[in-house]
């Protein structure tokens, strides 16, 4: 930004909190959190030089050092997004000019020696002093981790840097601060360590994310709702227990709204999905939550985020453990050759030197009440690292599988059980190995379960499509089924329009659709 005049000085906080609310609207973007950085650097010299200081409130050696920390915290976020090659000198220069005002303004931190090299080292020395100790050993880990994938920031992570990083000791669990929470906006190192995590160990949670009391109107409701839906849950156990006396081996048994998700033949663990158009969630911004899309934008590197499932998982007392399973198939999995990227020098050679691309789809689960801890309710439990392909050899796609069959050092210390309390969110990549716990506790434990995904993605692995009858009966096996499955599925939608004319005739057909669609009644459609 160009300072001509006093006037430009005091516009320069507009332009800042402008910048941090892009962040959060499109926090994928290299290019916002490269103007962040510059913005931030610019308040942060005029603070210093310019007519600001305690006489327009501010304190001017503690903002400063905020300002500066959050300029660099900035400017690596955009090289962490892949920041564009013409870019890098300049984002690098001006990290530098950070640390060298860092260094110049902390008196903590002020060095008379003209040698450069010690110069160096001393502004290096100054600024994790200042901005990362006191964030503590995991963001310190996060920065080392992430730079060590650049310059390809598409490089698929090492296993080496993700057992460093991803350890149960540290965690993955980022606590906002209050400042954070209030404005409404994730400061760039805090966004940077989630992104660290999530990208490396495919797992990161968030506490107080979502206000409690908004947690506890979506509790209410949804066990309202499961209690009312007793009668329907007594009969779709009976159809469980007959389709498991077929063979012995119990089968989901899906409905409209409510499913039995559970194969252990204990009938523990429901799914149960309310409309976003009515109580507990029309009311509510749990599943809107503008921090939280704007996560899901950023893990998914993407603006064309939808929701592809709303739904609560309730596991009942007694409910046993789950099975590991990934939510999908990485649909990207054979991509890596196509991608190059074959001159890494990846010091790992278990890991494939292709190129790791962000997921199709985020999941987030909100605990509707505490899980784990002193509760033994069974909280989800998570493979840290395994939604990355773990080798060379693109034919090797059950290698995780085979690590946890064999209960192997490494799988033992990658599996992570994630205690959450109401508002925090946990936000897992579609691909990553997971599952249930066992609740042992006296009370059923809701989750909400929410599926962001890309506009043209869909989990149609885990939810069931309606079909015709006609599709049932196809020829040719299972390949082609799934071949014409979403083509079948809008027919299903065309066969019952029609079943509904032949027998009560088109008027009655429009008026279903103008009632439930809230649109106007069509007139003289056939």
Same mark, same amino acid.
């Given at each position: 930004?160009?300072?001509?005049?006093?006037?430009?000085?005091?516009?320069?906080?507009?332009?800042?909190?402008?910048?941090?609310?892009?962040?959060?609207?499109?926090?994928?973007?290299?290019?916002? *959190?490269?103007?962040?950085?510059?913005?931030?650097?610019?308040?942060?010299?005029? %603070?210093?030089?310019?007519?600001?200081?305690?006489?327009?409130?501010?304190?001017?050696?503690?903002?400063?050092?905020?300002?500066?920390?959050?300029?660099?915290?900035?400017?690596?976020? &955009?090289?962490?997004?892949?920041?564009?090659?013409?870019?890098?000198?300049?984002?690098?220069?001006?990290?530098?000019?950070?640390?060298?005002?860092?260094?110049?303004?902390?008196?903590?931190?002020?060095?008379?020696?003209?040698?450069?090299?010690?110069?160096?080292?001393?502004?290096?020395?100054?600024?994790?002093?200042?901005?990362?100790?006191?964030?503590?050993?995991?963001?310190?880990?996060?920065?080392?981790? =992430?730079? /060590?994938?650049?310059?390809? $920031?598409?490089?698929?992570?090492?296993?080496?840097?993700?057992?460093?990083?991803?350890?149960?000791?540290?965690?993955?669990?980022?606590?906002?601060?209050?400042?954070?929470?209030?404005? +409404?906006?994730?400061?760039?190192? %805090?966004?940077?360590?989630?992104?660290?995590?999530?990208?490396?160990? +495919?797992?990161?949670?968030?506490?107080?994310?979502?206000?409690?009391?908004? @947690?506890?109107?979506?509790?209410?409701?949804?066990?309202?709702?499961?209690?009312?839906?007793?009668?329907?849950?007594?009969? =779709?156990?009976?159809?469980?227990?007959?389709?498991?006396?077929?063979? +012995?081996?119990?089968?989901?048994?899906?409905?409209?709204?409510? $499913? #039995?998700?559970?194969?252990?033949?204990?009938?523990?663990?429901?799914?149960?999905?309310?409309? @976003?158009?009515?109580?507990?969630?029309?009311?509510?911004?749990?599943?809107?939550?503008?921090?939280?899309?704007?996560?899901?934008?950023?893990?998914?590197?993407?603006?064309?985020?939808?929701?592809?499932?709303?739904?609560?998982?309730?596991?009942?007392?007694?409910?046993?453990?789950?099975?590991? /399973?990934?939510?999908?198939?990485?649909?990207?999995?054979?991509?890596?050759?196509?991608?190059?990227?074959?001159?890494?020098?990846?010091?790992?050679?278990?890991?494939?030197?292709?190129?790791?691309?962000?997921?199709?789809? @985020? !999941?987030?689960?909100?605990?509707?009440?505490?899980?784990?801890?002193?509760?033994?309710? +069974?909280?989800?439990?998570?493979?840290?690292?395994?939604?990355?392909?773990?080798?060379?050899?693109?034919?090797?796609?059950? *290698?995780?599988?085979?690590?946890?069959?064999?209960?192997?050092?490494?799988?033992? $210390?990658?599996?992570?059980?994630?205690? &959450?309390?109401?508002?925090?969110?946990?936000?897992?990549?579609?691909?990553?190995?997971?599952?249930?716990?066992?609740?042992?506790?006296?009370?059923?434990?809701? !989750?909400?379960?929410?599926?962001?995904? =890309?506009?043209?993605?869909?989990? &149609?692995?885990?939810?069931?499509?309606?079909?015709?009858?006609?599709?049932?009966?196809?020829?040719?096996?299972?390949?082609?089924?799934?071949?014409?499955?979403?083509?079948?599925?809008?027919?299903?939608?065309?066969? #019952?329009?029609?079943?509904?004319?032949?027998?009560?005739?088109?008027?009655?057909?429009?008026?279903?659709?103008?009632?439930?669609?809230?649109?106007?009644?069509?007139?003289?459609?056939?």
């Amino acid at each position: 930004m160009n300072i001509h005049s006093e006037g430009d000085v005091h516009r320069l906080p507009i332009a800042v909190q402008l910048f941090a609310i892009a962040t959060k609207l499109l926090p994928f973007g290299s290019q916002i *959190w490269t103007n962040f950085g510059y913005a931030l650097m610019d308040l942060a010299e005029f %603070t210093l030089t310019g007519p600001m200081g305690r006489g327009h409130g501010m304190e001017v050696d503690e903002d400063r050092v905020g300002l500066l920390c959050e300029t660099v915290a900035s400017l690596e976020m &955009a090289l962490a997004l892949g920041a564009g090659r013409n870019d890098n000198d300049d984002i690098s220069s001006v990290v530098n000019d950070a640390m060298d005002l860092l260094l110049r303004t902390t008196p903590s931190c002020s060095s008379s020696t003209s040698n450069n090299n010690n110069h160096h080292k001393h502004k290096l020395d100054c600024f994790q002093k200042r901005c990362v100790e006191p964030r503590g050993q995991r963001y310190a880990t996060s920065r080392r981790a =992430m730079q /060590h994938s650049q310059p390809s $920031s598409s490089a698929t992570p090492s296993l080496s840097l993700t057992q460093t990083l991803c350890t149960k000791e540290m965690g993955v669990t980022v606590q906002p601060h209050p400042y954070e929470q209030a404005r +409404g906006v994730l400061s760039a190192a %805090t966004v940077y360590e989630i992104f660290a995590l999530f990208r490396f160990c +495919g797992v990161v949670a968030v506490e107080d994310l979502i206000p409690p009391n908004e @947690v506890e109107v979506v509790k209410v409701g949804v066990l309202k709702a499961f209690e009312e839906a007793k009668p329907e849950r007594d009969r =779709m156990k009976q159809v469980h227990k007959g389709a498991g006396g077929r063979g +012995g081996v119990p089968v989901l048994v899906e409905g409209e709204r409510l $499913s #039995l998700r559970d194969k252990t033949g204990a009938d523990a663990r429901w799914e149960l999905k309310l409309p @976003v158009t009515e109580p507990p969630f029309r009311n509510t911004n749990v599943a809107d939550n503008s921090l939280l899309v704007g996560l899901s934008k950023l893990l998914m590197a993407g603006p064309n985020v939808v929701v592809d499932t709303l739904s609560t998982v309730i596991s009942l007392p007694g409910c046993p453990v789950g099975h590991w /399973h990934g939510d999908v198939e990485d649909p990207f999995f054979y991509y890596a050759g196509l991608m190059g990227n074959n001159n890494n020098n990846d010091d790992d050679t278990s890991r494939s030197s292709g190129r790791h691309l962000p997921p199709p789809g @985020v !999941i987030t689960v909100i605990p509707l009440l505490e899980v784990g801890g002193q509760i033994p309710n +069974g909280p989800t439990e998570f493979l840290m690292g395994s939604h990355i392909p773990p080798t060379r050899d693109d034919s090797d796609y059950d *290698w995780w599988t085979r690590q946890q069959t064999a209960h192997t050092p490494l799988v033992q $210390s990658l599996e992570l059980i994630l205690p &959450a309390t109401p508002g925090t969110v946990i936000l897992f990549d579609i691909r990553l190995r997971h599952r249930g716990g066992a609740n042992r506790s006296d009370t059923p434990r809701p !989750i909400l379960y929410l599926g962001y995904t =890309m506009r043209w993605f869909r989990d &149609a692995a885990n939810f069931v499509d309606p079909h015709t009858v006609g599709w049932a009966e196809l020829e040719g096996g299972e390949a082609r089924k799934a071949l014409f499955g979403r083509l079948d599925t809008q027919e299903y939608t065309k066969v #019952l329009e029609r079943e509904l004319v032949e027998v009560y005739g088109a008027d009655y057909l429009d008026t279903i659709k103008a009632r439930v669609g809230g649109g106007k009644r069509v007139e003289g459609r056939r």
